[in-house]
């Protein structure tokens, strides 16, 4: 299949370009569509879908105010022309645009909801549907009813839950912000620029790394002075990353559990003391 005219940076010049391709008879249409299914014709789908690109724009004009790009929507809308071409049967009887229109339709608004936000703006039937409604929400929100009847009028009319349409207006109402992006006339401060690293720098990350080595240098130096059996109670209750129980370190000793307390609680002392003695970090 030659290639398609590129969706370029210029709507006028693309529009320019495809205008160039001549629109189709319902006959021509036909016998296209029969040559491209029976014998895998790739010069008669080509014709089909060149002769429909302007198709494509219009449908595309009609979710120009979702914030998303034309000609993304435009380029989107190509690759479904393409797919409803793979998949339409001339001999059901409709004309091939009618088949196409609803390829397209799928394809762009998916293309939107996928682009809108980082987070899915809808999930379900109800929350898609309201999306594609949010204009007709919107006005509806804006009359001088009551908020609670112009919400359950909007429910009732929609076929949706009140809390889908409050739900959807609330996620409609901003878009994502990348922190990447400029927000001065110069191009240089990014939203990245003004938020708080609550992390420590180098010098503090240095400082406690080296407080942490005396401490622990310290810690060896006191357990020096201790006995073995406090030593061996020390390490298995305090400095373990799973300490044992008092009942499992006296099996182990052959002491009470109640003799393992003491000899802790002494062991403990000798430690706090000699760590007192020690000059200050």
């Not at 004009?61 to 049967?89: H, P, S, W």
């Not at 929100?141 to 009847?149: K, M």
């Amino acid at each position: 299949m030659a290639d398609l005219p590129a969706v370029k940076n210029s709507l006028e010049s693309y529009l320019i370009e495809i205008n160039r391709f001549p629109l189709l008879t319902p006959e021509e249409e036909f016998r296209l569509a029969v040559r491209y299914r029976k014998f895998d014709d790739i010069e008669a789908a080509h014709r089909l879908i060149t002769s429909h690109l302007r198709f494509v724009v219009k449908v595309a004009f009609e979710y120009r105010t979702y914030g998303v790009k034309l000609l993304d929507l435009i380029q989107e809308g190509n690759m479904a022309l393409m797919t409803a071409v793979r998949k339409y049967d001339p001999d059901k009887g409709y004309r091939f645009i009618s088949y196409a229109v609803w390829w397209i339709r799928a394809y762009i608004q998916n293309y939107i909801v996928k682009t809108w936000s980082l987070v899915k703006i809808g999930t379900t039937q109800a929350q898609k549907k309201l999306f594609y409604k949010i204009g007709k929400v919107r006005r509806a929100l804006e009359s001088d009813q009551g908020d609670g009847e112009k919400y359950e009028l909007l429910a009732k009319e929609l076929r949706v839950s009140k809390g889908d349409i409050v739900e959807m207006e609330q996620r409609m109402s901003s878009r994502d912000l990348s922190l990447d992006s400029t927000i001065d006339e110069s191009h240089e401060l990014a939203p990245l620029d003004l938020l708080q690293d609550d992390r420590p720098n180098q010098e503090e990350l240095f400082a406690q790394a080296e407080e942490e080595r005396v401490r622990k240098e310290k810690v060896s130096n006191a357990m020096k002075r201790l006995s073995e059996k406090e030593a061996h109670v020390i390490e298995n209750r305090i400095l373990a990353d799973e300490p044992l129980s008092l009942q499992e370190i006296g099996d182990h000793l052959g002491l009470s559990r109640e003799r393992v307390r003491q000899i802790e609680s002494e062991a403990l002392s000798k430690l706090k003391k000699e760590m007192k003695q020690d000059p200050p970090i």
